[in-house]
């Protein structure tokens, strides 16, 4: 006869007194623990549409689609398909903000079955920010206001970074492209995107 080790006592003797690790789903509801990779989920408020975890994301679960034409446009899209997703996590750590202040954050929520597959996704939308002049898509306007933060007085090098911040502050408005029409220059002062912002400087 083969008699158990003093280990595997001790572990029995353990699940005696604590209980089965096993849960009792789908009878009762599973809580999954607390750093268990589960589902990533958007911050509205925290995400800046940069499109980094779309760049990054191995199985292509993160898209976006940018709307010019219809109510609340421009704006982009970014949608999240849960049933591509692998949890990897990947996207929380691309995220260009700083950890812990991610755009995207990994909860522990596992249980993501769906009876209608086209209806796993979940999506946030951004402001975008277009060129004042040929219309083109510079970016999203926290991604904008973001960078010119991050860059501080740097940024005043660039005037499409530094009037994104200051329309954020509500420092400056339409006024001041007014004052500038009547001398043609009032391009100086509108959000371009590159080659608009080399013709103003290059050309005029
Ligand atoms: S967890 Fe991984 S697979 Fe899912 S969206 Fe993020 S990067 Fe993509
Ligand atoms: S801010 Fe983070 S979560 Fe939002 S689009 Fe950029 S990388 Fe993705």
């Given at each position: 006869m083969k008699y158990p080790k003093i280990r595997e006592i001790v572990e029995a003797v353990k699940a005696v007194v604590k209980?089965?690790?096993?849960?009792?789903f789908p009878a009762e509801p599973h809580i999954a623990h607390p750093n268990f990779r589960g589902q990533p989920v958007f911050d509205q408020d925290k995400c800046l549409g940069c499109l980094a975890c779309e760049e990054c994301c191995p199985s292509e679960a993160i898209t976006h689609e940018d709307i010019l034409e219809g109510p609340g446009a421009p704006k982009r899209v970014m949608i999240h398909h849960t049933d591509d997703c692998i949890y990897c996590g990947v996207c929380v750590d691309a995220c260009i903000r700083e950890t812990g202040d991610t755009g995207i954050v990994q909860t522990n929520d596992w249980n993501l079955a769906y009876f209608d597959r086209s209806k796993a996704f979940e999506t946030i939308e951004k402001d975008l920010q277009l060129c004042e002049v040929c219309g083109v898509i510079i970016g999203t306007k926290d991604h904008l206001v973001w960078i010119a933060e991050k860059l501080g007085e740097l940024s005043f090098s660039n005037p499409t970074l530094y009037l994104s911040r200051l329309r954020k502050l509500g420092l400056a408005d339409d006024n001041i492209q007014a004052v500038l029409e009547d001398n043609g220059r009032s391009d100086r002062v509108k959000i371009l995107c590159a080659e608009c912002r080399r013709k103003t400087t290059l050309y005029e």
């Open positions: 209980g089965p690790y096993t849960s009792k």
